[in-house]
Antibody, heavy 127, light 107 residues
């Protein structure tokens, strides 16, 4: 059973870079059968998809964050990471990582939902 | 970005009630929609994917329907453990977008 665990600083100063890692256990991140996403949720608010990566390193980002965000994968460590630059108080949130199972047949990609989530990690942006 | 309009934003119901939540997409997303349940302090949990497919281990009282722009999550007989917030998520086009959520609480 795959498990995901987020880690990183809980406090980041304004204008600095938020860096989080999601460790994958119970399965290989190198499997081509998954997308790996980051999602965030400010306190008392809804969910926002940040972006996703696959094991080839292909990424898609939310345009609302695209100029500041990057997601990378480290297959040797079985983990993927999020970097968000130039943070402000508006970036304070619980950050989740999640996997989406996919199947690829030719050019058709079928998605099966974000079926495994990390427990979430709270990041506060404050001086 | 595709806008997901979820309604109602909240509802009060009793154990045993049938509950329905809807999501409307601002453009055609085929059947590329999932439903998630979130309890306070916990990560979201996948209930339904591809609009109507029940995720493994999810009770059959949950069901999803719809395609194109209109989607529904139904809970046939609300149980105490179902009081939570529910979100829809479209994964048809990037960026993937969530609805604003529906909080289901006890009447």
């Amino acid at each position: 059973q795959v498990q995901l665990q987020e880690s990183g600083p809980g406090l980041v100063k304004p204008s600095q870079t938020l860096s989080l890692t999601c460790a994958v256990s119970g399965g290989s991140i190198s499997s081509g059968s998954y997308y790996w996403s980051w999602i965030r949720q400010p306190a008392g608010k809804g969910l926002e998809w940040i972006g996703r990566i696959d094991t080839s390193g292909s990424t898609n980002y939310n345009p609302s964050l695209r100029s500041r965000v990057s997601i990378s994968v480290d297959t040797s460590k079985n983990q993927f990471s999020l970097k968000l630059r130039s943070v402000t108080a508006a970036d304070t949130a619980v950050y989740y990582c999640a996997q989406t199972r996919i199947t690829i047949i030719g050019e058709v990609i079928d998605l099966y939902g974000m079926d495994v989530w990390g427990q979430g990690t709270t990041v506060t942006v404050s001086s | 970005a595709i806008l997901m309009t979820q309604s109602p934003s909240s509802l009060s119901a009793s154990v045993g009630d049938r509950v329905t939540i809807t999501c409307r997409a601002s453009q055609d997303i085929r059947s590329d929609l999932g439903w998630y349940q979130q309890k306070p302090g916990k990560a979201p949990k996948l209930l339904i994917y591809a609009a109507s497919s029940l995720h493994s281990g999810i009770p059959s009282r949950f069901s999803g329907s719809g395609s194109g722009t209109n989607f529904t999550l139904a809970i046939s007989s609300l149980q105490p453990e179902d009081f939570a917030t529910y979100y829809c998520l479209q994964d048809s086009n990037y960026p993937w977008t969530f609805g604003l959520g529906t909080k289901v609480d006890i009447k």
